[in-house]
């Protein structure tokens, strides 16, 4: 198993950036593909980005293709969330979350249920 922990969440203006953390443990975080989702209050879970094993190939929202980055440092077993120019709707809880991968280095899915660990999440929250 892996254990996920967000950080770096908070609150910023409209136009601001933040970078979001997750940091794992218990397995290396080279076995898996990552990805981030968020949550709104009141709305449905929705893919914001993923990075494949190797951080090669990545996949984006096109709400945030543009805006945000994702990527990866296997050896500090930590990915990333880079925001820019961040909207009020980019309002949410933002998770982490591992997709376990034993045969493909470049796959980076967007759908949740490929997901098999998640984090607890981390709450941002833009100000307009």
């Known amino acids: 198993q892996v254990q996920l922990v967000e950080s770096g969440g908070g609150l910023v203006q409209a136009g601001g950036s933040l970078r979001l953390s997750c940091v794992a443990s218990g397995r290396p975080l080279s076995a898996y593909a990552m990805g981030w989702f968020r949550q709104a209050h009141g709305k449905e879970r929705e893919f914001v980005a993923s990075?494949?094993?190797?951080?090669?190939?990545?996949n984006y929202a096109d709400s945030v293709k543009g805006r945000f980055t994702i990527s990866r440092d296997n050896a500090e077993n930590t990915v990333y969330l880079q925001m820019n120019n961040m909207k009020p709707e980019d309002t949410a809880v933002y998770y982490c979350?591992?997709?376990?991968?034993?045969?493909?280095?470049?796959?980076?899915?967007?759908?949740?249920?490929?997901?098999?660990?998640w984090g607890k999440g981390t709450l941002v929250t833009v100000s307009s």
């Open positions: 990075i494949s094993r190797n951080g090669v190939t990545t």
């Open positions: 979350a591992a997709n376990l991968q034993p045969f493909s280095t470049t796959t980076s899915p967007s759908n949740a249920n490929a997901f098999n660990y």
